[in-house]
């Protein structure tokens, strides 16, 4: 645990150091900055006003932001080490495969949670020095999903860096699986599905399996409990899911596939020829 600890706190400081996590913290304080700007809290949708509809749309343009981040981010850590001939000098201190890389997995995990958990918080302090009313359990939901989504990509990027042999290999391979989430949602391939006469459960099933479209979902299902902008397909979900089943399975189904696929990291890493 101390090694783990201390492998943490090195990429910590490393990203820290970096220009990619200062643009990466400029970004999400800018959204929310330009969010309350624009006058979003004194409009209304649905019935919906205040901060719920400041956060909704920072938690939809999030997830199109930090996916990417954390993946193209992340991709050139175990694949960049092995490169630069980190490994060697890893291998010559007393600190074994798993502290390093669950450390990694650790410290790259705050380094890309904390920015978008600040910037939520700046926008709660923002509405409530103006006199908005704070909706607490969706900002405590809205904090999980964060979570959430932060874990499955780091696991997805760590797959992906111990399975590439270069860095330029791992950086295109996360943004073709980034485009194929993104294209996998509401109605671009799904169309195609549809058209070849696979039935809509069907349908709705393989989008409930991409956790981009999970996270989309369970954002929209707390500002609108009746998913009535996602049409049709809101009966199929509320019908084998329900709302708080639905709710549960976007705040724990992401976090388990990414730390499944960290675990297929590791093992990969693990059994790999290091040097």
């Known amino acids: 645990m101390k090694h783990l600890?201390?492998?943490?706190r090195a990429d910590v400081s490393e990203s820290l150091r970096s220009r990619w996590f200062l643009l990466y913290a400029l970004v999400f304080g800018g959204v929310v900055?330009?969010?309350?700007?624009?006058?979003?809290?004194?409009?209304?949708?649905?019935?919906?006003?205040?901060?719920?509809?400041?956060?909704v749309t920072y938690l939809q343009i999030t997830m199109a932001i930090l996916p990417l981040f954390v993946l193209i981010t992340t991709v050139r850590s175990v694949a960049g080490d092995r490169e630069a001939g980190i490994f060697e000098y890893m291998l010559s201190l007393p600190v074994s495969l798993a502290s390093w890389f669950w450390g990694k997995l650790a410290g790259r995990f705050f380094v890309v949670f904390l920015p978008v958990f600040l910037a939520m918080l700046l926008a709660v302090a923002w509405g409530a020095a103006r006199g908005?009313?704070?909706?607490?359990?969706?900002?405590?939901?809205?904090?999980g999903f964060l979570v959430s989504l932060a874990l499955c990509f780091l696991g997805i990027g760590m797959l992906v860096s111990t399975l590439a042999r270069s860095s330029d290999v791992a950086t295109g391979?996360?943004?073709?699986?980034?485009?194929?989430?993104?294209?996998?949602?509401?109605?671009?391939?799904?169309?195609?599905l549809i058209r070849h006469g696979l039935p809509s459960e069907g349908v709705i099933g393989i989008a409930l399996?991409?956790?981009?479209?999970?996270?989309?979902?369970?954002?929209?299902?707390?500002?609108?409990?009746?998913?009535?902008?996602?049409?049709?397909?809101?009966y199929v979900i509320l019908d084998h899911f329900g709302q708080a089943g639905f709710l549960a399975w976007a705040l724990v189904y992401p976090a388990l596939l990414g730390l499944a696929c960290?675990?297929?990291?590791?093992?990969?890493?693990?059994?790999?020829?290091?040097?």
């Open 5 to 8: 600890l201390l492998t943490a």
């Open 33 to 55: 900055v330009a969010l309350f700007l624009s006058g979003l809290t004194e409009s209304r949708v649905m019935g919906f006003t205040g901060l719920s509809r400041v956060l």
């Open 132 to 143: 908005a009313d704070i909706p607490w359990a969706q900002v405590l939901f809205y904090t």
């Open 173 to 192: 391979t996360a943004f073709v699986v980034w485009l194929a989430l993104l294209m996998f949602m509401d109605l671009v391939l799904l169309g195609l």
């Open 209 to 234: 399996v991409n956790p981009l479209q999970v996270f989309r979902t369970a954002s929209m299902m707390l500002f609108d409990p009746q998913l009535v902008l996602l049409g049709p397909a809101a």
């Open 262 to 275: 960290a675990a297929a990291g590791y093992r990969v890493f693990r059994r790999g020829d290091l040097p």
